[in-house]
């Protein structure tokens, strides 16, 4: 049991940056890698058992895989009765966790490991497709498992997991999606002329930093007003920015930020207070291409931000970099 253990250790993190990826949710991800370990403990604690399995890399996968699909099934019909707009957990980092752009490993399922830039706008799409759809294009798009695996996690044909594959493709790239493909440089500028926008007040300096379909996604879980749809189009989501920025200055006594790397892309960390008292935090992350913003995505449901580090004194507004 114990060489068990130190295998399967040794494939943690990758199977971690597989669940995470079709989940959206790092608790939701975690379950499903600790479920694919009573398995993997379960099913080759036999010697000869194990001897027989020639790749336990591609075995966990394949098996950890399966675990979420199951997971995707019946999340599916959860957040259907989810109250207003549903965002994937944050995975929240310093702004200089970012490896070095030559760091990465050639091998795409090592380089999700280590970067892990998904970046929430991908999150956001991804939870468009069919479960299917979704195994199918982060088993074989990001960590390079050929299609006849594929196949076998999800009791099909070659042919038709090639079809999923190509079908998620297609919605990655549909003319709604928020597009992202900005630099971290590119990120911090676009971002910090976003904040001096809205400090100014003035809607016509944030329509410049916008793109004309941006679109604003917020999930409070019920916990807080937000809108039940998507803000879509520079005039809405520039508006509705303005009022947001605005209520919090009226309301709060201050309002506490920090830049942040959310899901691998520049975001802010923010704390206020609500009309009533209650304390809110916060957590956007940004979809930036050719130098505009094309999403942004407010996360201030308390039940998914609860492995926040805290804010200090020193983290005011607008933040410093």
């Known amino acids: ?12 993190g990758r199977l971690l940056a597989v669940a995470r990826r079709m989940l959206g949710n790092r608790s939701e991800a975690e379950d499903a890698v600790q479920e694919t370990w009573l398995r993997y403990a379960g099913a080759l604690a036999d010697p000869a058992a194990r001897a027989e399995i020639r790749d336990l890399s591609a075995w966990l996968t394949t098996a950890c895989a399966r675990i979420c699909l199951d997971v995707l099934r019946s999340a599916r019909v959860r957040r259907e009765a989810y109250p207003g707009q549903w965002l994937p957990e944050p995975e929240v980092r ?67 997991a090639r079809q999923l594959a190509s079908r998620a493709r297609r919605a990655l790239t549909a003319p709604d999606a928020p597009r992202h493909s ?19 007040g003035e809607l016509d ?3 410049r930093v916008l793109a004309p379909d941006v679109v604003l996604l917020g999930d409070s879980g019920g916990h807080f007003p937000a809108a039940r749809r998507p803000v879509v189009g520079a ?13 919090a200055g009226r309301y709060s006594q201050r309002v506490l930020s920090r830049p942040v790397l959310v899901d691998g892309v520049l975001g802010l960390q923010m704390e206020t ?17 050719q130098g505009r913003v094309t999403g942004i995505f407010n996360q201030l449901n308390p039940e998914k931000l609860t492995d926040l580090p805290p804010l200090g004194d020193d983290d005011t507004w607008p933040p410093r970099w």
Do not use: C, W
């Open 94 to 160: 310093p702004t200089d966790s970012r490896p070095a752009p030559d760091g990465y490993a050639p091998d795409p399922a090592e380089r999700a490991v280590r970067a892990d830039q998904v970046g929430t706008a991908l999150l956001v799409v991804l939870e468009r497709l069919a479960p299917e759809q979704r195994v199918a294009l982060v088993l074989h798009d990001v960590f390079a498992v050929p299609f006849a695996g594929v196949a076998d996690v999800l009791g099909t044909t070659e042919a038709a």
């Open 182 to 200: 900005a630099g971290p440089a590119e990120q911090r500028r676009v971002l910090e002329a976003f904040i001096a926008a809205t400090e100014s």
């Open 205 to 207: 300096a944030l329509l």
């Open 1 to 12: 049991m114990r060489d068990l253990a130190t295998e399967f250790e040794a494939e943690r």
């Open 235 to 247: 005039d809405a989501v520039g508006r509705f920015t303005l009022g947001l920025f605005g209520r």
């Open 273 to 289: 207070v609500h009309s009533d008292g209650r304390p809110i935090r916060l957590v956007t992350a940004f979809a930036v291409d």
